[in-house]
């Protein structure tokens, strides 16, 4: 198990950038996949970014591939989702993920959650 903590989220405009971070307390961060989802009001969660336990292989949602890249420095424990290009429609509570043995898309299969950090673009 690891806890996580999300920040970096704030409000920006249209166009605009913003890099969150993810700090996980625990020994085996370097073996989890890590994940950013997001959830607007009245939606559901929905995948973003997952990166593997090494950080040799990404996945990205349709909706932010080529504008939000997902990084992970695991002697620091913290995974990061740099977001250019910023649109309304980007704006969510965004919510870091940790699973063992998987790189699926579906909030399902992650096991431990941060709290969320709220994500505004203005237009």
């Known amino acids: 198990q690891v806890q996580l903590v999300e920040s970096g989220g704030g409000l920006v405009q249209a166009g605009g950038s913003l890099r969150l971070s993810c700090a996980a307390s625990g020994r085996t961060f370097s073996s989890y996949t890590m994940g950013w989802f997001r959830q607007a009001p009245g939606k559901e969660r929905e995948f973003v970014a997952i990166?593997?336990?090494?950080?040799?292989?990404?996945t990205y949602a349709d909706s932010v591939k080529g504008r939000f890249t997902i990084s992970r420095d695991n002697a620091k424990n913290t995974v990061y989702l740099q977001m250019n290009s910023l649109k309304p429609e980007d704006t969510a509570v965004y919510y870091c993920?940790?699973?063992?043995?998987?790189?699926?898309?579906?909030?399902?299969?992650?096991?431990?959650w941060g709290q969320g950090t709220q994500v505004t673009v203005s237009s």
């Open positions: 990166i593997s336990w090494s950080g040799g292989s990404t």
């Open positions: 993920a940790a699973g063992l043995g998987t790189m699926s898309t579906m909030h399902r299969r992650y096991s431990d």
